[in-house]
């Protein structure tokens, strides 16, 4: 188990870009996958990027060319760049890792075992 903790969330102008951190405690940071969640109020948590160990990734429809994952395994730390921000980006985004050595990141929430508390990401128009 890791624990999680986000940061960079704020509130930017619509095309504007702001780049999430989720520092990973544990030595084991390095086999895990990784992913970013989102969820806007009244709506389900839905999956924007993943990347596995092997930094395989995928990302939703909505924001690929926009979002970028990545992740640096000497810093146990995953980002997500975010450019041409948008007003519905607007959302609380969460980390989330799991130990399995997924080939393809999973994109489902349940596939996860461990998250960070969130961050709020606000687009305004």
């Known amino acids: 188990q890791v624990l999680l903790v986000e940061s960079g969330g704020g509130l930017v102008q619509a095309g504007g870009s702001l780049r999430l951190s989720c520092s990973a405690s544990g030595r084991t940071f390095s086999t895990y996958s990784m992913a970013w969640f989102r969820q806007a109020p009244g709506k389900e948590r839905e999956f924007v990027a993943g990347i596995t160990w092997r930094s395989i990734t995928n990302y939703a429809e909505f924001v690929k060319g926009r979002f970028t994952i990545s992740r640096d395994n000497a810093k146990n730390t995953v980002y997500l760049q975010m450019n041409s921000l948008k007003p519905e980006d607007t959302a609380v985004y969460y980390c989330?890792?799991?130990?399995?050595?997924?080939?393809?990141?999973?994109?489902?929430?349940?596939?996860?075992?461990?998250w960070g508390q969130g961050t709020q990401v606000t687009v305004s128009s």
């Open positions: 989330a890792g799991d130990s399995s050595t997924f080939i393809i990141p999973a994109r489902g929430p349940n596939s996860y075992d461990d």
